[in-house]
C-alpha cells in the first residue's frame, strides 16, 4: 500500500470550508461523559440534544447510556469511542427540509427515523440481537455500515444503504428486509438476510404423541406496495429452517423435523454495474491532526475525491449509486490506486478551524474514474467526519 504524498497544504486548507466561503454558522459541540470533568457538559445524552441547536455537533464519550430522540432539528451526535445504549430505540424525527441529522458510531436497541423531511445519515451504528432500524416518511435517509437484526422496514421513503447488514428476527420481524409503501431504495454492497424458523416441538402429556415441524426460514428481502430497489453487488438470502427434536415422545428413534430455508426474496430489484469502491475512515479528526483514509478501488483508476459540509443524497444510475455530498463541493485529485489491490491509503492533514468555529461535519466520497476518462465512473462509500477545535476534549 502506498501513503499518497500528493495529499499537500493546499488539499488540506480545501478541505476545510471557511465562513467566507458560505459556510452556515459555526457550530456549538457539546461533550457528554459518564463522568462530570473539564471539558465535560452533560452525563445525560438527552440532555445535551435538547440543549443543541440545529447545526450543533454532541461528542460521546465512551460508555453506555439512555437512548435518546432528535425532534424538529438537524443535529449531529457522534460516538468518539465505544458507546452503546439502553431503554428503546434512537429516534430521528421531523429533521426540517433545509437541514441534516447525523448519528454515527452509536450500538442501541434499534433506529426509527420518522417524518423526516431533511437528510437523515447514520454511519457504523448498530443494533442489539433482536432489534432493527425502521424509515418511514422520510425524504433522504443514508445508512452507511449499519447493522440491524431485526426487519429493516422502510415505509414511503427514500433510502441509500451501503454495505450494510440487515437480519430477520423474532414472530413479525423474520424479514431481512421489507420495502413497502412506495419506498425507493439504492442497495450498494448489502445483505439481507431472513430470520431462523421456530424450531421443532415434541409434546407428550396430556396428549398422544404430538410432533410440530420446525418453521420456515424468513424470507430475505420482500418488496411490495410497488416499491423499487435498486441493487448493487447486494445479496438476499432466506434463513434457515427452524431445528429438528430428536428423539420425539418415548420413541428414541423419531424425530420432528426441522424447517425448510425461507425464500430469498419477494418481488424484484433492478442490478446496477459491480462497482466496489470502499472507502474506510476515521468519524473524527482534529486540528493539527490528520483524518486518517483507505480506499479500495481497481489498479490504475483515477481518484478524486469529493466533500462537503452537507448531504444530499443523488441516485446517478450511470455510476452505480448514490452521490451523497452537496453540490457546490470540493473536488480534489488524488492519485492513482498503486498496488495490484488497488489499495490506497493517505492522511488529510487538518488545519486550523476559523476562530469561532467549534467543529464542523464533512460528507467525502471517491469518484474513481479509468484513467482514459472515456470509461465510467465509479462512486465509493461515502463517510462522514466531524472536524474539531483542537480544546475539545
Not at 1 to 15: C, D, E, P, T
Not at 230 to 237: D, L, R
Amino acid at each position: 500500500m502506498l501513503r499518497a504524498a500528493v495529499l499537500i497544504a493546499s488539499l488540506a486548507l480545501a478541505f476545510v470550508p471557511s465562513r467566507s466561503a458560505g459556510t452556515r454558522p459555526a457550530a456549538k459541540v457539546w461533550v457528554v461523559a459518564t463522568t462530570l470533568g473539564p471539558g465535560v457538559d452533560f452525563v445525560n445524552l438527552q440532555s445535551a440534544v435538547d440543549a443543541s441547536a440545529s447545526g450543533d455537533a454532541v461528542l460521546v464519550k465512551p460508555g453506555a447510556y439512555l437512548s435518546f430522540t432528535i425532534d424538529g432539528k438537524g443535529i449531529s451526535v457522534v460516538a468518539d469511542g465505544a458507546v452503546a445504549l439502553s431503554n428503546g430505540p434512537v429516534k430521528v424525527q421531523n429533521v426540517p427540509a433545509t437541514e441534516s441529522a447525523l448519528v454515527a458510531g452509536i450500538l442501541a436497541e434499534g433506529f426509527s427515523l420518522v417524518d423526516d423531511a431533511g437528510k437523515v445519515f447514520l454511519e457504523d451504528c448498530d443494533t442489539f440481537p433482536q432489534t432493527g432500524i425502521q424509515v418511514s416518511g422520510c425524504a433522504a435517509a443514508t445508512l452507511v455500515r449499519c447493522t440491524g437484526h431485526a426487519t429493516f422496514k422502510a415505509s414511503n421513503s427514500r433510502v441509500h444503504a451501503f454495505e450494510c447488514q440487515f437480519f430477520g428476527g423474532p414472530l413479525n420481524n423474520a424479514f431481512g428486509g421489507l420495502i413497502q409503501l412506495g419506498s425507493f431504495l439504492v442497495a450498494s454492497h448489502c445483505t439481507f438476510t431472513g430470520a431462523m424458523g421456530a424450531p421443532a416441538s415434541c409434546v407428550s402429556f396430556p396428549f398422544p404423541c404430538i410432533c410440530s415441524p420446525g418453521g420456515p426460514g424468513g424470507v430475505g428481502l420482500v418488496i411490495i406496495d410497488n416499491s423499487r430497489v435498486y441493487q448493487v453487488e447486494s445479496s438476499a438470502m432466506g434463513g434457515p429452517g427452524g431445528s429438528p427434536v430428536t428423539p420425539c415422545c418415548a420413541n428414541p428413534g423419531g424425530s420432528c423435523s426441522g424447517g425448510t430455508f425461507g425464500q430469498n426474496m419477494w418481488g424484484s430489484w433492478t442490478t446496477l454495474a459491480p462497482s466496489a469502491r470502499t472507502l474506510l475512515a476515521s468519524p473524527i479528526a482534529r486540528e493539527g491532526s490528520v483524518w486518517k483514509l483507505q480506499l479500495v478501488a481497481a489498479p490504475s483508476e483515477l481518484l478524486f475525491l469529493f466533500h462537503s459540509d452537507s448531504q444530499d443524497p443523488t441516485f446517478l444510475p450511470a455510476w452505480a449509486g448514490t452521490y451523497v455530498p452537496t453540490l457546490p463541493w470540493g473536488v480534489t485529485a488524488i492519485a492513482n490506486a498503486p498496488n495490484p489491490q488497488g489499495i490506497v491509503e493517505f492522511d488529510i492533514p487538518i488545519p486550523d478551524l476559523v476562530p469561532v468555529m467549534q467543529g464542523i461535519v464533512v460528507y467525502a466520497q471517491f469518484v474513481a474514474a479509468d484513467p482514459s476518462l472515456n470509461g465510467p465512473n465509479y462512486l465509493s462509500t461515502p463517510r462522514a467526519v466531524l472536524l474539531l477545535d483542537a480544546s475539545i476534549p
